[in-house]
């Protein structure tokens, strides 16, 4: 079992910056990419950014290129989501969440271990 803890969420204005951290622990060996998917009031759960522990595959979704990064410290099993230029649209639930190996992809189906969830809300 995985247990993901995010934290780092908050209120920011737009065209500001936000940092997320994602805290896993347990077996954490068994999540194999890492990364974030967010979820707007009414909306689905849509994946973010994504990265794998012990490779060089990022992923990350063309509403956020260029604005947020993934990214990884293996030996905190720490996962992060840097955020710049924040727009009102980027408001949402940001969840941390892991994905066995051996699947492909970054979408919700895939995911094997979720976080609680962590608010993001950029003000216009």
């Known amino acids: 079992q995985v247990q993901l803890v995010e934290s780092g969420g908050g209120l920011v204005q737009a065209g500001g910056s936000l940092r997320l951290s994602c805290a896993a622990s347990g077996r954490t060996f068994s999540a194999y990419a890492m990364g974030w998917f967010r979820q707007a009031p009414g909306k689905e759960r849509e994946p973010v950014a994504a990265t794998t522990w012990s490779g060089y595959a990022t992923f990350y979704a063309d509403s956020v290129k260029g604005r947020f990064t993934v990214s990884r410290d293996n030996a905190k099993n720490t996962v992060y989501l840097q955020m710049v230029s924040l727009k009102p649209e980027d408001t949402a639930v940001y969840y941390c969440?892991?994905?066995?190996?051996?699947?492909?992809?970054?979408?919700?189906?895939?995911?094997?271990?979720w976080g609680q969830g962590t608010q993001v809300t950029v003000s216009s």
């Open positions: 969440a892991g994905r066995r190996a051996g699947g492909s992809g970054w979408y919700v189906p895939t995911i094997d271990y």
